[in-house]
């Protein structure tokens, strides 16, 4: 039958097991010792006799969901020690803690501890030693010292990490499921027939440059998409690769869409490059009138990304002459054109073999807008050279564009310039009975020779054909004036060779031109 002291320490047994009370002293002197583990069974109960102190260590005194009891446990007074290699000393409340040659040491509170970065809801660590209260919900680490300091996990708190570009995860084959990206290389995986989604945010003057590549081979496409979901933009695989360029109009969300048209699997890499004002070239946002950068004469570098146009504005003056060189590199898909202060357009040219030329003889002082454009979406480096001719510039008889300010000249060579659509004019004095031969050699097709009298009426002219004409005419004496006419925009030189031939010059008959100077009677 047992004493009232064993009825006592039979009762501190059960107490301690419902979890109502930890150590409990037992009248009459006796000292009992209970240790119970995280389930609430007792291990271990010791009576030292009269006098002595009940001793409760219990695992999970606080925690009203206990772990629990790990397999092969052997009960050893305080310290617990499980499979695995875990010691663990004093109050341990974490509900999962599973670890291999982890030690814990305090009152650890973190529901999820987790070591050797791992990021799930059980500790699978190794090598890990935490020391001190730890409250932090998913304690991060390897090798730590001491988990709330931080410790030795390769990222200092005070640095700023950017985070990678989004790997191309699934389900993304549709709009609504589309992978959200920025800038930056992206890799994914095409199985037979399938599609992938992307999806970007992007502002108006900004440019978007999608480069493809699945490492060769074709059977498979690159498409955009706008906020409304409207394809802006597309390219087929060729060659293994595929770019799609689009300079953005407004502002929303886009969507890139890479997808398989054959049976094959296929990786794929994906870059994404979103191309700003500041880094287009040094005179963006120049792609309308209102935005043209002003420049002089001079070269430029500058680009064009997409279907994009740059405007360049330059003050001109009556009597000078514009020259616009264009130089891509190479191909076509691309214009030069000028508009002058109304905006109106008065020349242009088209890229041919990388270049175009656009060459104007200014009429109006004003504003004039040079604009470059490409013509497909893609993205061309080029160089445009602005050249302002005035007339001391041309050559040695300007300004003589119109018959007041023809050029006084004598016979002989004269060597001279057409800049664009002008007209030069030259004024020789004659007298009655001479004859003007004048000759034109230069290049092409375009110019013509004419000869106009005192009245500025013609009197004959010729088309230059092999780069060269004639006029022949007896005039009647006074002044006549020969010009020579370009129709195209372009820049030529040339060469005029007047001769002025009197009737001495010409035979001993002269002058004999008409009845009443001919030679010899009638008979």
Request: proline share 3%; hydrophobic share 30%.
């Amino acid at each position: 039958m047992l004493t009232s002291e064993g009825w006592l320490a039979v009762l501190a047994a059960v107490l301690c097991v419902t979890g109502f009370v930890g150590p409990v002293t037992a009248g009459g002197g006796g000292t009992s010792a209970a240790a119970v583990d995280g389930a609430g069974v007792v291990t271990q109960q010791a009576d030292d006799g009269v006098n002595g102190t009940a001793n409760g260590t219990a695992n999970g005194t606080s925690a009203p969901t206990p772990a629990p009891t790990p397999a092969n446990e052997t009960g050893g007074g305080e310290n617990e020690t499980a499979t695995g290699n875990e010691t663990t000393t004093g109050n341990e409340t974490d509900g999962s803690s599973t670890a291999g040659n982890e030690t814990a040491t305090g009152n650890e509170t973190d529901g999820a501890s987790t070591a050797g970065n791992e990021t799930d809801g059980s500790s699978t660590a190794g090598n890990e030693t935490a020391t001190g209260n730890e409250t932090d919900g998913s304690s991060t680490g390897g090798g730590a010292d001491d988990a709330d300091a931080g410790g030795d996990d390769g990222v200092d708190p005070q640095s700023t990490t950017v985070a990678p570009q989004a790997p191309e995860s699934e389900p993304n084959d549709g709009f609504e499921t589309a992978t959200p990206v920025t800038e930056g290389t992206v890799e994914g995986v095409l199985s037979a027939g399938e599609t992938d989604f992307f999806r970007l945010d992007l502002t108006n003057r900004e440019s978007l440059v999608v480069d493809y590549d699945q490492g060769g081979g074709r059977g498979a496409n690159v498409r955009l998409f706008d906020s409304s979901r409207d394809r802006v933009q597309g390219d087929g695989v060729f060659g293994g690769t595929a770019r799609v360029v689009y300079d953005v109009e407004r502002n929303g969300t886009y969507y890139v869409r890479v997808a398989n048209e054959n049976d094959n699997e296929r990786n794929y890499t994906l870059n994404l490059s979103v191309v700003n004002a500041s880094e287009n070239d040094a005179f963006e946002y120049n792609d309308a009138f209102e935005f043209a950068a002003p420049v002089g004469e001079g070269r430029y570098d500058g680009r064009l990304v997409g279907s994009e146009a740059d405007f360049f504005r330059v003050e001109l003056t009556n009597r000078e002459a514009v020259i616009v060189d264009y130089d891509q590199g190479g191909g076509r898909n691309a214009n030069v054109r000028l508009f002058d202060s109304s905006r109106d357009r008065v020349q242009g040219d088209d890229v041919f073999g990388g270049t175009a030329r656009v060459v104007y003889d200014v009429e109006e002082n004003g504003t004039y807008y040079v604009r470059l454009a490409s013509t497909n979406e893609n993205v061309r480096s080029y160089d445009v050279n602005v050249s302002v001719v005035d007339p001391v510039e041309n050559d040695a008889f300007e300004y003589n564009d119109a018959f007041e300010f023809a050029a006084p000249v004598e016979e002989g060579f004269l060597d001279a310039r057409l800049v664009g659509s002008e007209r030069d004019l030259y004024r020789v004095e004659t007298e009655p009975g001479d004859t003007l031969d004048v000759s034109f050699s230069g290049s092409g097709r375009s110019p013509a020779l004419r000869l106009y009298d005192e009245d500025r009426d013609r009197v004959a002219n010729d088309g230059v054909f092999g780069g060269s004409a004639r006029v022949v005419r007896s005039v009647d004496g006074g002044p006549y004036y020969v010009a020579v006419d370009e129709s195209n925009e372009r820049v030529s030189e040339y060469t005029l060779d007047l001769d002025r031939i009197n009737a001495s010059e010409n035979d001993p008959f002269e002058p004999n031109g008409d009845l009443a100077t001919a030679i010899g009677e009638l008979e």
